[in-house]
């Protein structure tokens, strides 16, 4: 479009003929072959009428509305209608050559303008024909990774299903068994209805998680959303408990009204944060101090958390497969993710609008 557009500026820059036909049909070319864009029909006949207007015209074709004829044929070839296209372009050629031979002051100039108009004529054919074959091939790739990622997805959730939910219903199943023969352990007992309460837990994560990769399969661009939370303060409470509980020194400053926010913006966050706990837990120094920052203003949801690097590790966390995924739930939201590493800390930092 900015291209066409152009064309009008220069057709006027270029054109140095005032004489008011001239001017008419250079302007009436051009606009013809900016409405090619949006009507190819409409724009192709009305740029091979004007330039078949041209033989009255007292002079030769300008030069931006030479620009005209090469960017109308090539605009008609990346719409992909061969038959069309072949039609106007032998239109344009013959349109191009009438004038040409009528003000043309010698034979030798008829020819070469002739020739020149054809191998102009050939050139946007050739890249209107390139670029269509492009578009195409990165259509039909763009095409194949979509089913393929919609076909591992359906996998994925066979694989879910067969195997991690059967299971974990068979552990709620031996635990809640456990339970009703009777339990004098206190410990014990209270191991076991967490087992039972963990375990429901997950498998009614699990069946969140299943039906949104099959609901999703056929649009491999929606990532999964099986993640769900109520209250995003909770949910930023008890990561900052189990940090607390698995022996971290935390500073935590949580500022956040669950009201405010989308079900979309409250998964999203604490699904960050949930992940960057993990990585805490697994990678970062026992004991060490850690910071978990979380505010939210009228616009937007910013997160901060930063913690000791482990002396042995050299490139800190790294992006996991959970990194990865909350990264992706952030930029569908039109959100910011970034993670760094000092030479004593690891940062992650994340902005969620919030409207």
Known sequence: MALSLSLL?????????????????????????????????????????????????PSLLPTATVMDIFVAIFLLSIRGNNHFRNLMAAWYLVAVLIPTSLHSPTDADRVANGVLFAFLTAIALA?????????????????????????????????????????????????EQARLRGIDDPEVAADVDYIVTTGRQSAADLRIMLTTLRS???????????WRIASLADALAASADELRRSGFLLTATIQVDDTLLSQMVRDTAGKVVHEATANIVKHAEPGSP???????????????????????????????????GATERVRTLGGEIETNATATDWVLRARIPIH
């Open 9 to 57: 500026i220069f057709s006027q820059v270029l054109s140095r003929d005032e004489r008011p036909l001239t001017v008419v049909l250079d302007v009436a070319m051009t606009a013809f072959t900016i409405l090619i864009l949006v009507r190819p029909v409409s724009g192709a006949i009305g740029a091979g009428l004007t330039l078949s207007m041209w033989s009255f015209a």
């Open 216 to 226: 999703n399969a056929g649009d491999a661009t929606v990532p999964a959303t099986g």
């Open 127 to 175: 890249l209107g024909g390139s670029f269509r074959q492009l578009t195409d091939q990165m259509f039909e790739l763009e095409e194949a990774r979509r089913n393929a990622v919609a076909d591992e997805r359906r996998l994925i959730a066979q694989d879910l299903h067969d195997a991690v939910s059967s299971a974990t219903t068979r552990i709620i199943m031996r635990a």
């Open 290 to 324: 850690c910071t978990m920052l979380v505010e939210q203003t009228e616009d937007e949801l910013e997160m901060v958390v930063v913690n000791r690097r482990r002396a042995d590790s050299l490139k800190g966390h790294g992006a996991g497969l959970g990194l990865i």
